[in-house]
């Protein structure tokens, strides 16, 4: 069976913190191994991580933890005294002197041998046969993707010596792996003396050398830095439990020493793994160091630091409140603090409000809620001391949307919505007054927190209350109702909202509270541009609404008056006005009074007329009083001659008659209408154009004077006559006209 040996690029993947401890007095390796045993971790080893650590400085020679292990074909510096595998070797020129060869008789001419040159991160190490290969080779083979014959075909290739250039020290080492098929063999020994039971010197210089591991020299011992756990428990405002992990190589250990440094030193000699520490101050930061002490010497210290509880909180009190907000005061703890922590609940969540004084005020609560205030003095940002606890309400928020209801004229009622945040109930309180200034404050004469609250308002605006004014209705209440009130009076009214069983009351919000006022009784006095109102009312009012409208014209007129009358002018004439008269108390209204009246009709302007045969077109301006305004108009055209009368209203300015007697005179009458009122007419003659005819008369002449009916004085005479009797049947009232008859040259 053939055995490789491959040197391996190892590196430590946990590196944990050493320190290193030459020694000055000599003693053989294995004096020196059970002594740095005993004080320390064991010989110091040597890697690529801490060689320059170990070589710097040297003056002598010391003995480190290597060992030669001839029991390990090609093995025997493959391991350190504690167990740890070679990674780094650094050896003399020549060193270390290999065992003699060894070869049967029947053996093969030996392999050429294999050289390796190693620097400050080559690793060596032994590998078996292919069904034997140690661990570390098995991953890397692993990692390569190769086969253990894989590596031994490139092994042969690359057989002879070769030299690399190290980071540090360059050396050489020559190996023969013989191959051996019989029992019987031959050893020869290389040049130089071969030690059996060798151990490894480092030379001043940082290179390796074998020596005979009973002579006498300085070593150096090594330590892994300690690092042990320390807690500290039932920590008070004056006291703390420290307890520690046992330090490395307990047995050498003969005790630990503690400091505790702060405001106040303190050291403790302990034997077990624990100290009570006293008399500390509360609020203060302390550190603990525990050293144990090993040989005479102490090792890394295990380190804690802590602070002491801060005392309680004395004499908390709650000064004031507001419906949001609450005023905390205490004095100040024993010992040290950094802050005050105040935690409260707030809709179901613990909030916190840091305060830097021995007073705070917490804002943002819930109006008419119980709190329970948690003060307690704080250090280090968490660590919170004794708490003191005190409870309290908030005042309740004031009622919201208050307002009166249409009252009648004997009932008050009045609604409001729930304050914002929690109650358990509410007060109202009812009075009578004279003055709307008096309520725009409210205080109740037995109740010293609302005096308090008013202290800065003027009397002359506050209605103060008596008990017997008010009373107090469940939380589940929104509105009142008082009957039997006078009517037409003035009532101030305040609501509050109460909460701690009805005994905190919060601000008490005013209203101006009236009951109905009665209607006045109207009258209406007009002209033809002016109406005159006046009126009466029973029972108390405060003022009085007074409208006046039209259809006729863009019109309407509103005025608020105190007095029991109130003179509307210019005006137009002969238009239809609507009077309402309101009582007014506060923001009550009576049922409003109503009267319409006419203002009284002037004389159109300009009556005109045209006719035809038939029809007579009559048209006109407007008076002047009722320019605008949009009026009606009663015609009437009449003729005397045939006893008819025409006749029509209409709101325009014109109208036209038809069916009429042709050549007929009219006498034609406009007038403005308002109401069952009449103006003056305006009048107008027209005459229809005639349809003409001709009348022939003869006239038969008699008489007993011969001659006589021929002469024309007596004709003349006839036609006048006739003429005046024509007339006094017809006169103008028709269209008539009386002439001679021509036949031939001659006048009938």
Request: one cysteine or more; hydrophobic letters at 30%.
């Given at each position: ?5 491959l ?10 913190e ?6 000055s ?15 320390f971790?064991?010989l ?17 020679d ?7 292990n ?6 025997e ?13 650094n ?6 002197v ?24 080559v690793?060596?190490?032994s ?11 098995s ?18 290739m ?6 690399v ?15 051996t098929t019989?029992?019987?063999s031959?050893c ?8 059996r ?11 390796w ?5 009973n ?8 330590e892994?830095r300690?690092?042990g ?17 046992e ?5 050498n250990?003969?005790?630990?020493r503690v ?24 609020g ?24 002491t509880?801060?005392s309680?909180?004395?004499n ?10 609450a005023n905390?005061n ?10 005050y ?9 613990t909030k ?14 819930i ?18 001391g004794?708490p003191?606890n ?10 919201r ?21 929690n109650h ?36 002359s605006?506050t ?18 109702k ?6 037409g ?5 305040c609501?509050a ?15 101006l ?9 109207l ?22 609404e ?17 007095n ?18 309101v009582t ?31 029809t ?20 009437k055209?009449?003729?005397a ?31 403005v209408?308002?109401g069952?009122?009449?103006?003056l ?6 005459k229809?154009?005639?349809e003409k ?18 002469k024309?004085?007596t004709r ?11 007339y006094?049947k ?11 008859a ?7």
């Amino acid at each position: 069976m053939n055995t490789l040996w491959l040197p391996l690029l190892l590196g430590s993947v946990i590196w944990a913190e050493e320190q290193y401890f030459p020694q000055s007095f000599n003693a053989s390796w294995e004096n020196g191994s059970l002594y740095c045993r005993s004080c320390f971790k064991d010989l110091t080893t040597i890697t690529s991580r801490n060689v320059h650590l170990i070589a710097q400085n040297l003056s002598s020679d010391y003995w480190v933890g290597l060992r030669s292990n001839s029991s390990i074909l090609m093995g025997e510096w493959s391991k350190w005294s504690n167990g740890d595998p070679v990674t780094y070797q650094n050896w003399y020129p020549g060193h270390p002197v290999p065992s003699p060869i060894c070869s049967s008789t029947t053996q093969s001419p030996p392999s050429t041998p294999m050289t390796s040159t190693q620097a400050s991160t080559v690793t060596s190490a032994s590998v078996s046969s292919k069904n034997d290969t140690c661990p570390i080779l098995s991953e890397m083979l692993l990692c390569l993707n190769m086969t253990c014959g894989d590596l031994e075909t490139s092994i042969g290739m690359c057989k002879g010596t070769s030299t690399v250039t190290p980071k540090t020290t360059t050396y050489s080492t020559t190996f023969n792996a013989p191959t051996t098929t019989e029992s019987t063999s031959n050893c020869k020994p290389y040049s130089g003396q071969y030690i059996r039971d060798a151990c490894v010197v480092l030379l001043s210089s940082g290179m390796w050398k074998e020596r005979d591991c009973n002579i006498s020299l300085p070593f150096i011992c090594y330590e892994e830095r300690f690092f042990g756990q320390i807690n500290i428990s039932n920590v008070t405002t004056s006291t703390g439990n420290v307890s520690w992990s046992e330090g490395p190589g307990a047995k050498n250990i003969s005790h630990y020493r503690v400091e505790v440094t702060g405001d106040k030193t303190q050291t403790f000699i302990q034997t077990e793994l624990f100290q009570y520490i006293e008399t500390l101050t509360a609020g203060t930061l302390y550190k603990v160091q525990v050293f144990p002490v090993k040989c005479d010497r102490d090792l890394n210290p295990q380190n804690i630091s802590f602070y002491t509880l801060p005392s309680g909180v004395q004499n908390l009190t709650v000064l004031s409140v507001t419906n949001v907000s609450a005023n905390l005061n205490w004095s100040k703890p024993d010992g040290n603090h950094d802050f005050y922590s105040v935690t409260f609940i707030n809709a179901s969540n613990t909030k916190e409000h840091k305060c830097n004084n021995e007073g705070c005020t917490i804002t943002d609560l819930i109006p008419g809620t119980e709190y329970e205030f948690t003060v307690k003095a704080v250090v280090n940002e968490t660590i919170g001391g004794v708490p003191s606890n005190i409870s309290d309400y908030t005042k309740p928020s004031t009622v919201r949307n208050l307002r009166s209801a249409d009252n009648d004229s004997t009932v008050i009622m009045v609604f409001w919505d729930p304050p914002t945040g929690n109650h358990s109930g509410y007060r109202y309180c009812l009075k009578e007054v004279n003055n709307s200034l008096e309520c725009t404050y409210c205080n109740i004469a037995s109740d010293s927190s609302n005096t308090a609250n008013n202290n800065n308002t003027n009397s002359s605006n506050t209605t103060t209350f008596s008990v017997t004014d008010c009373e107090t209705v469940d939380g589940t209440e929104t509105f009142i109702k008082k009957a039997n009130k006078s009517d037409g009076s003035m009532f101030c009214l305040c609501v509050a909202a109460l909460t701690k069983s009805n005994n905190l009351s919060g601000e008490m919000v005013p209203i101006l509270s009236y009951t109905k006022p009665k209607t006045v009784t109207l009258f209406l006095n007009p002209s033809s541009q002016t109406i005159f109102a006046n009126w009466t009312v029973k029972g108390k009012y405060e003022k009085f609404e007074v409208n006046i409208t039209t259809d006729a014209y863009s019109y309407s007129l509103q005025i608020i008056t105190a007095n029991l009358n109130y003179s509307f002018n210019n005006l137009k004439a002969g238009v239809s006005y609507i009077v309402s008269v309101v009582t007014l108390n506060g923001k009550l209204r009576s049922n409003p009074a109503y009267e319409s009246e006419f203002t009284r009709p002037a004389k159109p302007r300009g009556v005109k007329a045209t006719t035809t045969k038939t029809t007579i077109q009559v048209s006109w301006e407007a008076p002047t009083e009722s320019e605008g305004a949009s009026i009606k108009y009663t015609v009437k055209c009449y003729t005397a001659f045939w006893k008819k009368s025409h006749e029509n209203q209409t709101a325009y300015r014109s109208i036209r008659f038809t069916g009429l007697n042709p050549g007929t005179k009219y006498e034609c009458n406009v007038s403005v209408v308002a109401g069952n009122l009449e103006s003056l007419p305006e009048t107008v003659h027209a005459k229809t154009e005639p349809e003409k005819r001709t009348l022939v008369l003869t006239m038969l002449c008699s008489s007993k004077n011969s001659l006589h009916c021929g002469k024309i004085e007596t004709r003349f005479e006839l036609f006048e006559k006739l003429k005046n009797i024509t007339y006094e049947k017809f006169q103008d009232l028709i269209h008539w006209n009386m002439s001679w008859a021509k036949t031939g040259n001659n006048i009938l």
